[in-house]
């Protein structure tokens, strides 16, 4: 796609599931990128192994584009930690030219009994995180004098909501308001800021229903194009709205979801008429 190639990109969360398969279509398409993850507690081997597994097989699929890569590992809810990340992404790569606001975190328990750490952990990933991205990057893009690219990665439950997951929910119900306030306040520089919605999507976040043919059909009951997407499908998108064939979207949320937002219920006719 047009204007990516050549560009330095930064994708938080990008150690698996959609935020590694938008670091590996961005490195195609001929941009270097930085892919961001949060260590684990030392003792969670099986992990650690896993998270050091799919960013070693991120990079290396950027690199066999013939663009450089690089791990950064930053917690985007800590100010300092995200400031730091963003000095060495710019000394590593020249600069930042598209920010992928990725990381997420979600925990589901009944609105009444959520523990508030957890509530402000949820918040502080998602909401707080991809604020203070989005805002390293700016000062980025106004210190350069240079347009920018922030793309926000959201969900269809910033419309739709989700019981048990009320801070998800939140979280990105605020995403969709900061993405829509941060593109007017910026739009005279030259800089875009936009976001895509993922439905119900095929990463390892989901395989509790994805792996299971019985939750895996209620899942997909809903969906009017009757399937769960995968995570090259999310990047695609992503890819477009990050290239110049999307210069003059900006303030906007992409749903990427087969149709979830459409109320599939009301695929039939059920009104009083």
């Given at each position: 796609m047009?204007?990516?190639?050549?560009?330095?990109?930064?994708?938080?969360?990008g150690s698996s599931g959609i935020g590694q398969a938008i670091a590996i279509r961005l490195g195609q398409e001929g941009a270097n990128v930085a892919i961001n993850y949060v260590g684990r507690p030392?003792?969670?081997?099986?992990?650690?192994?896993?998270?050091?597994?799919?960013?070693?097989?991120?990079?290396?699929?950027?690199?066999?584009?013939?663009?450089?890569?690089?791990?950064?590992?930053?917690?985007?809810?800590?100010?300092?930690?995200?400031a730091s990340m963003f000095e060495r992404v710019i000394e590593h790569l020249g600069g930042v030219d598209i920010l992928i606001n990725n990381a997420g975190i979600q925990f589901g328990e009944d609105s009444d009994k959520v523990a508030i750490d957890t509530f402000d952990r949820v918040i502080g990933v998602n909401l707080r995180g991809s604020f203070l991205c989005a805002q390293?990057?700016?000062?980025?893009?106004?210190?350069?004098?240079?347009?920018?690219?922030?793309?926000?990665?959201?969900?269809?439950?910033?419309?739709?909501?989700?019981?048990?997951?009320?801070?998800?929910?939140l979280s990105k119900g605020g995403m969709q308001n900061l993405t829509k306030t941060l593109a007017l306040e910026y739009?005279?520089?030259?800089?875009?800021?936009?976001?895509?919605?993922?439905?119900?999507?095929?990463?390892?976040?989901n395989r509790a229903w994805a792996d299971d043919p019985e939750k895996r059909r209620l899942v997909e009951a809903h969906i009017p194009m009757g399937r769960a997407a995968d995570s090259e499908?999310?990047?695609?998108?992503?890819?477009?709205?990050?290239s110049d064939?999307?210069?003059?979207?900006?303030?906007?949320?992409?749903?990427?979801?087969?149709?979830?937002?459409?109320?599939?219920?009301?695929?039939?006719a059920w009104s009083s008429e």
């Open positions: 047009k204007g990516i190639t050549g560009k330095n990109v930064l994708v938080t969360g030392e003792g969670a081997e099986a992990t650690k192994d896993a998270i050091e597994e799919a960013l070693h097989k991120c990079m290396l699929s950027v690199e066999e584009s013939g663009q450089q890569a690089l791990i950064v590992d930053a917690d985007v809810s800590d100010a300092d930690q995200v390293q990057a700016i000062r980025h893009f106004l210190e350069k004098d240079k347009p920018g690219v922030v793309i926000n990665v959201s969900s269809v439950h910033q419309q739709i909501p989700k019981p048990r997951f009320v801070s998800y929910s739009a005279k520089y030259g800089i875009r800021v936009n976001a895509i919605g993922p439905g119900a999507t095929i990463t390892p976040i499908e999310m990047a695609a998108v992503t890819a477009f709205l990050c064939e999307a210069a003059y979207i900006t303030g906007q949320t992409i749903f990427v979801d087969g149709g979830l937002t459409l109320y599939a219920d009301f695929e039939t």
